[in-house]
């Protein structure tokens, strides 16, 4: 069983950057692909960004393309998304998701997930 537990989300202006992380609690989770995803309200939870096990692989949405960051630290567990550039459609609850799995996918078809957080951006 894995526990993700975000945090980092929060209200920001237009143009602005937050960094959510997520935080797992197990041992292997070096052995897991990591993706974050996002729903707005009454809309599908969309795929943002994943990243290999190692790190070495990242890919993201056009969306979010050259705006956002995905990175991770294997010694802490943890799995980051820095937001840079923030627009109001951006608004959405922010959820992390592990895979145990080689590659990373765009579906929502992850092993664990968060509960979210929240992201709002203001105009």
């Known amino acids: 069983q894995v526990r993700l537990v975000e945090s980092g989300g929060g209200l920001v202006q237009a143009g602005g950057s937050l960094r959510l992380s997520c935080a797992a609690s197990?041992?292997?989770?070096?052995?897991?692909?990591m993706g974050w995803f996002r729903q707005a309200p009454g809309k599908a939870r969309e795929f943002v960004a994943g990243?290999?096990?190692?790190?070495?692989?990242?890919y993201y949405s056009d969306s979010v393309k050259g705006r956002f960051t995905i990175s991770r630290d294997n010694a802490k567990n943890t799995v980051y998304l820095q937001m840079n550039s923030l627009k109001p459609e951006d608004t959405a609850v922010y959820y992390c998701?592990?895979?145990?799995?080689?590659?990373?996918?765009?579906?929502?078809?992850?092993?664990?997930w968060g509960q979210g957080t929240q992201v709002t951006v203001s105009s």
């Open positions: 998701a592990a895979r145990a799995t080689t590659m990373i996918i765009t579906t929502t078809r992850y092993d664990y």
């Open positions: 197990v041992s292997t989770f070096s052995s897991y692909v």
């Open positions: 990243i290999n096990r190692s790190g070495g692989t990242t």
